[in-house]
C-alpha cells in the first residue's frame, strides 16, 4: 500500500481569489475532486492566506538562485515542485489576474532553476464579462510565465457571465467542464503525440456503430495521444491532414470535419465555415475562412485566407470559444 501511495500523482490546487468560497475557489475544488476521482492526491492552497510579498527586482535570484525574501513562497514552491499537477485559479480583473495571483506569479522567477516535475496546469478562470474574450490577457500572461518555468499548459477553463458568490454552482457545464478537465489533467498522455498520430488516426478512423462501440470509441479517444484541439479539457482530434472547423447545419455542405456546436460555438460566435487547419512537411497551420467573427492565434487575429504555422500550447480562438492546441 505504502509503495502505492508514493507513484500517486499529486495535484495542488491554488486559489487566487480574495473571495473565500467564491466562484474561483468552487472551480478549483471541481478540478481537483476529478483529479481525486482519477487517482491523484490533492491539496489546495489560498494565496490570501499566504504571505507572499511582492517581487523587489533585487536581482538576488539571479546569482543563488534563491530569492532574498522570507515568506510563504518557498514552501510554496516546494509543494509545486512536488506535484505534477498544478490547478490555477484566478477570476479576471480589468482584463488580468488578480494581485495576489500576480504576486504569485512574479516571484516565479526566482524559481528557473527548480526542477519542476513536468507539471500539467489547469487554469480557471471565472469572469463577470459575458464575452470569453476578455480572459485573453489573463490566458496569454500565464502561458509565458508558464513557458518561462518550462512547464505546460494543459487545459484553460474560462467561465464568463459569472458575478455573484458561488454563482457559478448554478453552471453545471462549467462544473463539468471543470472536473473533466482535472480527470484528464491526471489521465492522458500526449507525450507521444507525433509519434502515434498516424497509428491512432487509422484506429479511430470509423465512427461507431451502436451505442455499446460508442462506449468503447469514446474510451479510445479519451486516451488517445493524437494531434487535437482542446476546449474546456475535452480533446477534439484532428485525424486528417486538412480539417474543417465551424459548426454542423444539414444543408450547408461540406460539413465541417469539427463541428464546435456541442462546446458552445452556435453562442460564440462561430461561422458555418469559420477556419481549416492542414498538416504539411512543416507542421500544422491555420487558416481563416473569411469568418464573421474572425480567428485569433495567441490573441493575434489571423488575416483570413492567410496560412499560419500553430505549435503545441497555441491558444487559438474562433469567434469566442478558446481552445488550446496539441501536436
Known sequence: MLAKELHRKRALGVVGSPRYAGNTEILVD??????QDAGA???????????????QACGRCMGTGECAQRDDMPALLEQMKQSQIWVLGTPVYWSGPTAQFKAFLDRWYS????????????????MGEPNVAYA???????KTALAYLKVELFSVVPVPD?????EVRERPDALEAAYRAGREATEIDLSQARADAGEEAVLLSSEP??????????????????PRLVVTGAPIPLLQDEVLIGRVKPEVTPVPDVDLV????????????????????G???????????????????????????????????FGTLTLIFYE
Do not use: Y
Open 41 to 55: 492526491q490533492t491539496e489546495k492552497v489560498i494565496l490570501n492566506q499566504l504571505n507572499i510579498a511582492p517581487c
Open 162 to 166: 459569472v458575478w455573484d458568490l458561488s
Open 111 to 126: 524559481a528557473r532553476q527548480v526542477d519542476f516535475e513536468k507539471p500539467r496546469v489547469v487554469l480557471v478562470m471565472p
Open 283 to 317: 507542421g500544422w497551420v491555420l487558416e481563416d475562412l473569411e469568418s464573421t467573427n474572425g480567428t485569433f492565434l495567441n490573441g493575434e487575429q489571423v488575416p483570413p485566407g492567410q496560412q499560419v504555422r500553430v505549435r503545441t500550447g497555441d491558444l487559438i480562438r
Open 136 to 142: 485573453d490577457c489573463t490566458v496569454q500572461t500565464v
Open 262 to 281: 456541442p462546446h458552445g460555438g452556435d453562442r460564440m460566435g462561430v461561422s458555418r465555415h469559420h477556419a481549416r487547419m492542414l498538416r504539411g512537411s
Open 30 to 35: 471541481e478540478v481537483l475532486r476529478g483529479a
Open 209 to 226: 456503430d451502436s451505442p455499446e462501440e460508442a462506449t468503447l470509441w469514446l474510451d479510445d479517444l479519451a486516451k488517445m495521444t493524437c
